[in-house]
């Protein structure tokens, strides 16, 4: 999903172009047939015991130490929190951080999950997290559970903040932050659909209504999403994945001379089930897009170490 758009002022190959091309011409499609999506309801927010996360957590405390805000990682830690008296704790592997917030019974609140350069960018942004908690190196298979958990428990917050924004009586904050969380919702909200929020983000490779689905993101951080949050959500969790090279770029002895980012095939399995699980025309035509149009090729393990595979076909 992610092209390093500096890569695109250098120029690539003719057959990327040709299929950078193809994919915008798509997302026009997208832009004037798909629907809008449905207003979200007002719920009692809870999580089952089954999202404990008994088997990640640490003993270390929390501490209440406010973060040096200066750059470390694609996008910096925002901070936000559903409560005070939470447990935060973070975790990493390869060029993914999490900071998970945590409430009784070690049950899973709130998440925000940080992409990083590479191993430096890594390291400058745990000693910085270090002021909440003693960083924890956990496995792929372990980072990318917790972000399929993740992708659910926070569809679950924004639903409780719109429903409290458009209740009579409560006003009560479910960020530390709320007047920036809700400006946010008003900025694209449930009503606004695909086209909402900035028209011109086509113009940047971005699909009307999203901020994570395309060659690349607009978002300023992990929680802000477009109109289409059940679509955007699936596209970034996919930007986040852990493991991947960018384009133009060259990591695990892996050249990728595409427009676009090739992540773990793990990865691109969950982007290929939560598209069809959103079950829109919009996640549909966007799972057409990068699984058989585009094709863009994942990261296998083998024996031997990570090595290109081609993409998962059927959409």
Same mark, same amino acid.
């Given at each position: 999903?992610?092209?390093?758009?500096?890569?695109?002022?250098?120029?690539?190959?003719?057959?990327?172009?040709?299929?950078?091309?193809?994919?915008?011409?798509?997302?026009?499609?997208?832009?004037?047939?798909? @629907? +809008?999506? %449905?207003?979200?309801? @007002?719920?009692?927010?809870?999580?089952?015991?089954?999202? #404990?996360?008994?088997?990640?957590?640490?003993?270390?405390?929390?501490?209440?130490?406010?973060?040096?805000?200066?750059? &470390?990682?694609?996008?910096?830690?925002?901070?936000?929190?559903?409560?005070?008296?939470?447990?935060?704790?973070?975790?990493?592997?390869?060029?993914?951080?999490?900071?998970?917030?945590?409430?009784?019974?070690?049950?899973?609140?709130?998440?925000?999950?940080?992409?990083?350069?590479? *191993?430096?960018?890594?390291?400058?942004?745990?000693?910085?997290?270090?002021?909440?908690?003693?960083?924890?190196?956990?496995?792929?298979? +372990?980072?990318?559970?917790?972000?399929? +958990?993740? +992708?659910?428990?926070? #569809?679950?917050?924004?639903?409780?903040?719109?429903?409290?924004?458009?209740?009579?009586?409560?006003?009560?904050?479910?960020?530390?932050?709320?007047?920036? %969380?809700? &400006?946010?919702?008003?900025?694209?909200?449930?009503?606004?659909?695909?086209?909402?929020?900035?028209?011109?983000?086509?113009?940047?490779?971005?699909?009307?209504?999203?901020?994570?689905?395309?060659?690349?993101?607009?978002?300023?951080?992990?929680?802000?999403?477009? &109109?289409?949050?059940?679509?955007?959500?699936?596209?970034?969790?996919?930007?986040?994945? /852990?493991? $991947?090279?960018?384009?133009?770029?060259?990591?695990?002895?892996?050249?990728?001379?595409?427009?676009?980012? $090739?992540?773990?095939?793990?990865?691109?399995?969950?982007?290929?089930?939560?598209? $069809?699980?959103?079950?829109?025309? %919009?996640?549909?035509?966007?799972?057409?897009?990068?699984?058989?149009?585009?094709?863009? @090729?994942?990261? *296998?393990?083998? /024996?031997?170490?990570?090595?290109?595979?081609?993409?998962?076909?059927?959409?």
């Amino acid at each position: 999903m992610r092209s390093a758009r500096d890569a695109l002022n250098r120029g690539a190959p003719m057959d990327g172009l040709l299929k950078s091309l193809l994919s915008v011409i798509v997302i026009c499609c997208i832009a004037v047939s798909s @629907p +809008q999506t %449905a207003s979200a309801k @007002p719920f009692t927010f809870s999580l089952p015991a089954s999202w #404990s996360l008994a088997g990640l957590v640490g003993t270390v405390g929390a501490r209440s130490d406010s973060i040096d805000r200066k750059e &470390a990682g694609v996008k910096p830690y925002s901070g936000r929190r559903v409560s005070n008296d939470t447990l935060r704790m973070i975790y990493f592997h390869d060029q993914t951080v999490a900071v998970v917030e945590l409430g009784e019974e070690k049950l899973l609140l709130n998440c925000e999950l940080i992409e990083t350069y590479d *191993e430096e960018d890594t390291s400058r942004l745990l000693r910085q997290l270090s002021r909440i908690n003693r960083p924890l190196g956990i496995t792929f298979r +372990q980072m990318t559970k917790l972000m399929g +958990q993740c +992708q659910q428990v926070t #569809s679950r917050l924004y639903d409780q903040i719109e429903g409290a924004e458009a209740g009579d009586n409560s006003r009560e904050s479910i960020w530390m932050e709320e007047n920036d %969380a809700q &400006a946010r919702l008003r900025a694209g909200g449930a009503h606004a659909g695909l086209l909402g929020g900035s028209p011109l983000s086509l113009l940047q490779g971005i699909i009307p209504g999203t901020k994570w689905c395309g060659t690349g993101d607009i978002a300023t951080d992990y929680h802000d999403l477009g &109109a289409d949050r059940a679509l955007d959500r699936c596209c970034r969790t996919h930007d986040l994945c /852990p493991t $991947k090279v960018r384009a133009f770029s060259r990591r695990y002895n892996l050249t990728n001379n595409s427009l676009y980012s $090739k992540s773990h095939c793990k990865c691109d399995d969950m982007l290929f089930e939560c598209l $069809k699980a959103t079950n829109t025309s %919009a996640s549909h035509l966007m799972g057409h897009i990068y699984f058989n149009l585009v094709q863009v @090729p994942c990261l *296998e393990d083998r /024996p031997t170490g990570l090595r290109f595979r081609e993409a998962r076909p059927g959409f």
